[in-house]
T-cell receptor, first 118, second 112 residues
Framework: NAGVTQTPKFQVLKTGQSMTLQCAQDMNHEYMSWYRQDPGMGLRLIHYSVGAGITDQGEVPNGYNVSRSTTEDFPLRLLSAAPSQTSVYFC?????????????????FGNGTRLTVT | KQEVTQIPAALSVPEGENLVLNCSFTDSAIYNLQWFRQDPGKGLTSLLLIQSSQREQTSGRLNASLDKSSGRSTLYIAASQPGDSATYLCAVRMDSSYKLIFGSGTRLLVRP
């Protein structure tokens, strides 16, 4: 019963490097999203998807790309890492039949990826 | 712009106490509100989801109430246990939005 799985758990990057944070879920959830958590700022939505081939921007999308080729996977790409992207990143998913059903479904979170950019 | 505030930032209580965690929001036009629990180094676990039309939701020893007009929600934990020690976050969803707006959380320590 894996739920939402994120890899890696920890990552250190140098400024300018790129990398992909992986997220996979086995609950057949159509809705998936990425949040970042920073001290004193709570969690903020980066990107989200309501199904394969559909993605949209959240509150803080700059510097990040996403794609959704399958229902199970929703990777987050950092194109050119900056120190401001040092954070803990969480992937979350929920049931989605339509927007209303998604709004009313609890979010299931992964355990996070702690990223440090030096 | 919606702002969600949780006070206090940290709380320490002896085991067995009943306690209340507070969440306030500035815009009362919310769609629903969720309470989450976060253990150190872990993701968030959804505890309760309360619709804007509801006054309260209960799950075991947890009870969440919602007063939209005053912009407040409370999470009541009965007979607290050391295993309840964690950070508790509330999050609101506005109408027609996939985005959850989170508070910064209350870090709870229940002392044996």
């Amino acid at each position: 019963n894996a739920g939402v799985t994120q890899t890696p758990k920890f990552q250190v990057l140098k400024t300018g490097q790129s990398m992909t944070l992986q997220c996979a879920q086995d609950m057949n959830h159509e809705y998936m999203s990425w949040y970042r958590q920073d001290p004193g700022m709570g969690l903020r939505l980066i990107h989200y998807s309501v199904g394969a081939g559909i993605t949209d921007q959240g509150e803080v999308p700059n510097g990040y790309n996403v794609s959704r080729s399958t229902t199970e996977d929703f990777p987050l790409r950092l194109l050119s890492a900056a120190p401001s992207q040092t954070s803990v990143y969480f992937c979350a998913s929920s049931y989605f039949r339509d927007s209303v059903s998604s709004y009313n479904s609890p979010l299931h979170f992964g355990n996070g990826t702690r990223l440090t950019v030096t | 712009k919606q702002e969600v505030t949780q006070i206090p930032a940290a709380l320490s209580v002896p085991e067995g106490e009943n306690l209340v965690l507070n969440c306030s929001f500035t815009d009362s036009a919310i769609y629903n509100l969720q309470w989450f629990r976060q253990d150190p180094g872990k993701g968030l676990t959804s505890l309760l989801l309360i619709q804007s039309s509801q006054r309260e939701q209960t799950s075991g020893r947890l009870n969440a109430s919602l007063d939209k007009s005053s912009g407040r929600s409370t999470l009541y934990i009965a007979a607290s246990q050391p295993g309840d020690s964690a950070t508790y976050l509330c999050a609101v969803r506005m109408d027609s939005s996939y985005k959850l707006i989170f508070g910064s959380g209350t870090r709870l320590l229940v002392r044996p």
